[in-house]
């Protein structure tokens, strides 16, 4: 029964997110919004929605642990296992103004998270900052993409307007219809949303695994799922911009939009477990200050690169669960991950940096 709950949660969610997701960007578009602006803000934030309805819901429900897990462990599968799997499929290149402001901006807000969580939680004032930066983040795109020039205008409308199926003819053209899919969107996500913290919680007592790592893993998998059926749908269809932007910015919006509007609505302030603090999020942290040089190199997320986003989620999902069982060789596991694959890791992005730094002075 637990079982069919939490696939009937993860039905309602996916379902929710793409009924509200369809509504919303038609809606913007007969009003006459841009295919860009669309894209940017409500495509991504919709992907997003389902991370929002389950922290929102845990938090409400006093479950803290499995608000913010929710949150660092969808972050960290939406790089290592989305643009790693993504990557896999295809090298994607990424945008110079990814590279300039998008990633910048989410490994800010990243490193603004970690040290709001120095004091061991996340407090109502902390979410309403986030919520404030959300707003103006979102409100600055909107007013950027009105500052482009016409032909980068024309030509991101169209690679957009073709992810979001602009089509003003279609069963969706009406108002009514919009507003009716906009309605059922946000209704399927607060069921489905229940039903999955709910069976997590389930899941959790039954496996003797605690709700963290249970929001760390399943839990966040599950609600990140929209985000793996977009970037992989575009990398396929050669959207290679949106299928990184996608993840980009849902990273983005998980901190200031899904954990900011949970710490308003909880009874206290989101408390964090020690293991969240002196592990997970420094991975999280790490993980986003990690794009900024793959990213930096060619502009181009090679296969190597993407296979190795991808095995390290692999890694962190397993080390997880042997310390959640407190296996045998787990000391033995993070002496190897520690003295050398992750310095192995890091001096080999160092290198790469560091010749594409001497190929653009030389010309190279």
Known sequence: MTFLLFGLGLVALIAGAELLVRGASKLALSFGISPLVVGLTIVAFGTSSPELAVSVQSAWNGKTDMAVANVVGSNIFNVLFILGLSAMITPLLVDKQLIRQEVPIMIGVTLLFAAL?????????DGAIFVALMIGYTTFLIVQSRRQTKAQHDALDDEYAESI?????????TLPVQIV????????????SNLLVEAAIVFARYLGLSEAVIGLTIVAAGTSLPEVAASVTAALRGQRDIAVGNVVGSNTFNILGALGVSAMVAP??????????????PVMTAVAIACLPIFMTGNL??????????????????????????????????????TIALPLTAIT?????????RGRRTGV
Do not use: C
């Open 301 to 338: 997320i090679a296969r190597w690169e993407g296979a190795l986003f991808f095995a390290y989620y692999v890694a962190y999902t397993l080390y997880l669960i042997m310390a959640a069982k407190d296996h045998d060789a787990l000391g033995d596991y993070a002496f190897v991950m520690q």
């Open 349 to 357: 992005l160092v290198i790469i940096v560091v010749r594409h730094l």
């Open 268 to 281: 206290s302030a989101l408390t964090l477990p020690p293991s969240m603090l002196a592990f997970d999020i």
């Open 181 to 192: 899919l906009i309605v059922a969107g946000l209704g399927l996500l607060v069921l489905g």
């Open 117 to 125: 969580t120095l004091d061991g939680g996340i407090s109502l004032t």
């Open 165 to 173: 199926g602009e089509n003003t003819t279609g069963w969706d053209s």
